[in-house]
């Protein structure tokens, strides 16, 4: 999904033919043996011939394209102070089905893109709640690409993702693009040195306003497999010991851009904005739950401020792994045709599944509204918040 550090190697931008030649001089050049570059071109070239449902979201990288630093903006919660009962959101006939009892839910009989105001800011306030929602028989993917932005655009300022792919014209739209037969693609490799495709992040936390309620459809993904898992960051903090949950209060953290600006570079892959490093807290209050979550993912989290780095290098492993192996809060969401995932990106972590050896693409689309600096509540213990 969202890219990493880690990131597989995408599909080119065109199905025409007569450019297969252009195109393929563009791809990056992969640290491999020759012949595995000479097989991997000819899988591009094939790729470039086969049709594409939704060519329109094709992504492109076009290395002319450059943006100044992001602005500080003023953003609008949409979710504070939403109708918890959703009567626009959830009306009479459609159903909500929790996908476990600490995160996720499953919603069939709505549609998204016909919401009005209070029913977007419901979504924002449900998926807050809820963590990740999969939204089904969703006509997202059929709208025209401006019309699918400014639906998103309700809910924060579009992030323009530094290095990933995008369609023509569209530079906010993120662009999942992955295919490869066995033997042929980055997968291989990218498996070789790893046990599992296991990664969770929050996307583009090195950002200083990261991303909050966000989008991800699909188009093309192989008949089984390639889910992606969703961690509960509210969850994984409560589950801590109350002395180190004090502990943590206070720390910050800093989040880095600059090893995905140098992996990009390293395949001759764009670079849109110059990386940054921003320093957020490790526990970040949800502006409209008022929930306290950890805020520390193992693709953007580096160091831990006044710590050493030992200590740091520590207390950030045993964060990591506690996150990654507490099934107790973590979805698995399966994607289906017409589906679409909204998750708030401020209180939870995800991670793609690399399952699939069938060759077969997945494709999606996301659209990343930017939200708040991330801000902290005090530490209170739990007897003080008994008496409130």
Same mark, same amino acid.
């Given at each position: 999904m969202a890219p990493s550090v880690q990131q597989i190697l995408e599909d080119t931008p065109s199905v025409l033919p007569e450019k297969i030649a252009a195109v393929v001089k563009e791809v990056p050049k992969l640290?491999?043996? !020759? $012949? @595995? $570059? /000479?097989q991997t071109l000819f899988y591009y070239s094939k790729a470039l011939t086969n049709n594409h449902q939704y060519p329109q979201y094709l992504p492109t990288w076009n290395h002319g394209q450059k943006y100044s630093p992001l602005q500080p903006f003023i953003h609008t919660e949409h979710g504070k102070n939403a109708d918890a009962t959703f009567p626009n959101l959830l009306p009479q006939g459609s159903k909500a089905k929790k996908l @476990?009892?600490?995160i996720g839910s499953e919603v069939t009989g709505v549609q998204l893109s016909k919401l009005d105001a209070a029913g977007k800011d419901q979504l924002a306030l449900f998926v807050a709640q809820r963590k990740v929602v999969a939204f089904r028989?969703? +006509?997202?993917a059929d709208l025209p690409l401006q019309e699918a932005l400014d639906f998103g655009g309700y809910f924060g300022r579009h992030h323009i993702h530094p290095t990933s792919g995008s369609p023509e014209g569209f530079p906010e739209l993120h662009i999942v693009h992955r295919y490869g037969a066995p033997g042929t693609s980055e997968f291989d490799s990218f498996? %070789?040195? /790893?046990? *599992? *495709?296991t990664s969770f992040h929050s996307d583009v936390s090195y950002e200083a306003q990261t991303p909050g309620t966000t989008f991800l459809y699909i188009f093309d993904s192989p008949e089984e497999g390639? +889910? @992606?898992v969703f961690a509960n960051q509210v969850e994984a #903090?409560? !589950?801590? *010991?109350?002395?180190l949950k004090e502990r943590l209060h206070g720390l910050k953290a800093v989040h880095s851009g600059f090893e $995905? %600006? $140098? #992996? *990009? !570079?390293?395949?001759?892959g764009v670079v849109r904005r110059e990386p940054v490093k921003n320093e957020h807290p490790i526990v970040r209050t949800h502006p409209a739950t008022g929930e306290k979550a950890l805020f520390v993912n193992q693709g953007f989290t580096r160091s831990i401020i006044g710590l050493k780095k030992e200590e740091s290098d520590a207390l950030l492993a045993f964060l990591f792994n506690h996150i990654s192996r507490g099934i107790d809060w973590q979805a698995r969401v399966r994607w289906a045709p017409k589906t679409v995932v909204v998750w708030d990106n401020r209180v939870t972590v995800h991670s793609a599944t690399l399952d699939w050896s069938s060759g077969e693409r997945r494709h999606l689309a /996301?659209? @990343?509204p930017q939200a708040e600096i991330p801000f902290e509540t005090p530490y209170v213990k739990p007897e003080e918040e008994l008496k409130a």
């Open positions: 640290k491999e043996e !020759r $012949q @595995t $570059q /000479r @476990t009892p600490t028989d969703q +006509d997202l498996l %070789a040195g /790893r046990n *599992s *495709s390639g +889910d @992606t #903090y409560n !589950r801590l *010991s109350e002395p $995905q %600006a $140098q #992996y *990009s !570079r390293d395949k001759e /996301r659209i @990343t």
